[in-house]
């Protein structure tokens, strides 16, 4: 997961007037009952979106970082719009009032989207209604669009994700927690890539270590130009737009090569 910057993308005016004024119908409807038959006869609406969320992403999932090729990727309500089911399994009613804001669409894959479904755990400050503030909840999922959010994440060389905290007790071990098993973070073809993307990238890294040395006892212009051309590998693996870059960053990160956090901040 990395940061995707919606909120400076906003959708066409066309469409966002078209979604406003869906959201006063929603308004206006006097029952639940009725704001599920408004958000259901327009879901073709959110579904216009997704080239344009997609594009901010290079085509990559916002939760796994995999393009997903062929498969049918979704955008995905961050807060449910028509219930919210909690850890303990108790179902309360969705924000339906966001069933047509743009700010509350994530592109995401098959494989999160289909396990996270309603799940929604809000520790504290819930918004039960149309005008309680949704910007003070305190929320367990780690969101795409939050800056040092993705940083809640790492990785080990098997390509699983992991807790970046790790006392199990504190907040953000417990939100990586459980945004790695709602969003099926580790299912098993995302595991597989992300271990050979980790893998190539620790192999680069030796190597280039090696020439790196080689070339501070006898500098050679030959091996200068292979150190370059590693060194502009990682840079793409690093890049927003490569599949799992986060990954690939955590290792350079976690590496003991003080010259790999030049590359990535070369890539950033």
């Known amino acids: 997961m990395i940061f995707i910057d919606l909120e400076n993308n906003p959708p066409p005016q066309d469409w966002i007037d078209r979604a406003d004024a869906l959201t006063q119908q ?32 290079n085509q990559k999932c916002w939760y796994t970082e995999s393009i997903n090729a062929g498969a049918h990727c ?24 966001l069933a047509f804001d743009w700010m509350n669409y994530r592109f995401s894959g098959p494989a999160p989207n289909v396990r996270k479904r309603s799940y929604f755990q809000v520790v ?28 809640c994440l790492a990785f080990d060389n098997e390509g699983r994700v992991k807790p970046k ?15 790695i098993r709602r969003l099926n973070l580790n299912a098993p073809s995302l595991i597989d890539q992300r271990k050979d993307k980790f893998r190539k ?7 280039l270590d090696k020439k790196i040395q080689l070339q501070s006892v006898t500098w050679d212009q030959s091996r200068e130009n292979e150190i370059e051309i590693g060194f502009r590998e990682l840079i793409q693996m690093c890049s927003k737009n490569s599949e799992f870059s ?23």
């Open 165 to 179: 905290e790790t006392v199990k007790t504190a907040r953000n071990y417990k939100r990586a927690d459980y945004s």
């Open 124 to 151: 504290a400050n819930r918004a039960l209604i149309y005008g309680d503030n949704c910007n003070i909840e305190d929320i367990l999922f780690i969101d795409p669009i939050k800056v040092r959010d993705p940083e």
């Open 246 to 268: 986060a990954a690939v960053k955590f290792c350079l990160k976690s590496s003991t090569y003080a010259w790999a956090l030049e590359i990535v901040n070369a890539a950033a």
């Open 201 to 207: 990238a620790s192999i680069l890294l030796m190597q």
């Open 26 to 57: 929603l308004i206006a409807a006097p029952t639940i009952v009725a704001k599920n038959v408004i958000i259901d006869a327009n879901q073709a609406l959110w579904n216009e979106l997704k080239d344009h969320l997609s594009a901010l992403s």
């Open 74 to 97: 979704h955008v995905d309500h961050f807060r449910p719009k028509k219930e919210v089911v909690e850890e303990d399994g108790n179902i309360t009613d969705g924000y339906w009032w």
